[in-house]
């Protein structure tokens, strides 16, 4: 099965934990703190793998996590850092955020990877909070959680040639009497029912020097409506989008041939205006018929008047499929360009962070308050409250931060509930308890 569009779930790596220790040795009645940082979690990437040309590895598997860090250890010790974790995608995969809708990346290039899920930083063990007036510090951070997220997996082709047409206008009879390439082929709508790819030899009938091998993708039928998501419209149109030429397959023989070419322009211009921008050429099929003998005349002058490329062929007897070679490698680009991906690059979205000691308060349903902000948050992770120090630590940096006065200003009072990420806290004057 031909799988282009899966949804899963990753989930980065925890950070390990600081230790809270001390130097313990004879003859050293008071050792310092000695605790190690706990290490990196592991990070979760996609990878394009060329050998990859569908995403049937996720067909089963939807949940991906990194390992964790390391927790830190005595004498300065640190954990070991978790491993990331690769993902192989074919070319052509774009990443999107499930939550969102918006772009991740759009990984095309062999070997181009993104980062959908980065693993949480260690904690930092108490050697890091000795002062000349705190020597013997208890306060060690926990590990910061890896981030986790649903991320969906879009796949389009990336091919030279794309056909497309109306069912039963003879695609897949074409492929396969261009390449190698074996597709169902039946006489009634909609035999195929997934992309088929083929190679197409040049040298063949171009000539021996002629060393271009451009790829061939049969997209499945489309109908009136597919933009809009007719049948399996969305699912198929998103695979000609990376082609260079688009070969535009008529079955001559059917009722009314101009109309039938009319439909799928209009669906190409629906979905995309910039498809009809591209070098196009239009194959007016099942010539041996004698129905499209008849009306070839009249459509081949309509589609030279609007300055088109057209060929009469019959891809099941091979008449005119020479004469389509030669006319279909006159729009393909050189040998070297065809050796690299249509969209060169790929395209990676970064995105800048807003300022991570931006705090803001908003109040949920159930009318506890909501802080927000990346630095608060990650510090709400790391701290154990368990340990007053740290605790006590947690306040003051609630207070430089600003979300102690956002939340006064919020109309927050003694006893109300309060979320920072995943912790809940109970307001009070001073100190911080753990929520209820």
Not at 85 to 100: M, N, R
Request: glycine share 12%; aromatic share 6%; net charge negative.
């Amino acid at each position: 099965m031909f799988l282009d569009r899966v949804k899963i779930f990753v989930k980065a790596g925890d950070g390990g934990g600081g230790a809270s220790t001390f130097r313990r040795e004879a003859h050293v009645p008071r050792g310092g703190p000695d605790g190690g940082d706990g290490g990196r979690g592991g990070s979760i990437h996609l990878r394009v793998d060329a050998g990859q040309t569908t995403l049937r590895d996720f067909q089963h598997k939807h949940h991906f996590r990194a390992a964790g860090g390391g927790n830190g250890t005595r004498a300065r010790r640190h954990g070991k850092a978790g491993d990331d974790l690769y993902l192989e995608v074919p070319p052509g995969t774009a990443i999107y955020d499930d939550a969102t809708g918006e772009l991740v990346a759009d990984l095309v290039a062999t070997g181009q990877e993104a980062m959908v899920a980065r693993g949480g930083r260690g904690g930092l063990g108490n050697t890091h909070f000795a002062t000349s007036t705190h020597q013997a510090p208890k306060h060690a951070q926990k590990g910061e959680p890896g981030e986790e997220r649903w991320v969906r997996l879009e796949l389009r082709l990336i091919a030279d040639i794309g056909l497309v047409g109306l069912p039963n206008a003879g695609k897949s009879t074409l492929l396969a009497a261009l390449t190698a390439a074996k597709p169902k082929i039946a006489d009634y709508p909609f035999t195929t029912l997934e992309p088929n790819l083929g190679v197409m030899d040049l040298s063949d009938s171009v000539g021996a020097g002629d060393l271009r091998r451009p790829t061939i993708a049969d997209v499945p039928g489309l109908i009136e409506g597919a933009s809009d998501g007719a049948g399996l419209g969305h699912a198929f149109l998103r695979h000609v989008e990376r082609t260079r030429v688009l070969v535009h397959v008529v079955d001559g023989s059917s009722r009314d041939p101009a109309w039938d070419f009319d439909v799928i322009r209009d669906e190409l211009r629906a979905h995309d205006p910039a498809l009809l921008e591209k070098p196009m050429l239009v194959a007016f099929n099942k010539l041996d018929l004698p129905s499209a003998a008849e009306v070839w005349p009249a459509f081949r002058a309509a589609r030279q008047r609007e300055k088109l490329a057209v060929v009469a062929i019959s891809a099941s007897t091979g008449e005119g499929i020479a004469a389509f070679r030669r006319a279909l490698a006159a729009l393909l680009p050189s040998a070297e360009e065809l050796g690299t991906p249509p969209d060169p690059a790929g395209v990676v979205v970064h995105r800048l962070d807003a300022d991570p000691n931006r705090v803001s308060v908003s109040v949920e349903p159930d009318g506890a308050f909501r802080v927000a902000g990346r630095r608060i948050e990650r510090l709400a992770a790391q701290t154990d409250f368990e340990v007053e120090e740290s605790a006590e630590r947690f306040q003051r940096d609630l207070e430089r931060l600003g979300a102690e006065e956002a939340l006064r200003k919020a109309g927050a009072r003694a006893g109300d509930t309060v979320r920072i990420g995943a912790v809940e806290l109970e307001w009070e004057a001073e100190p911080w308890a753990v929520g209820r």
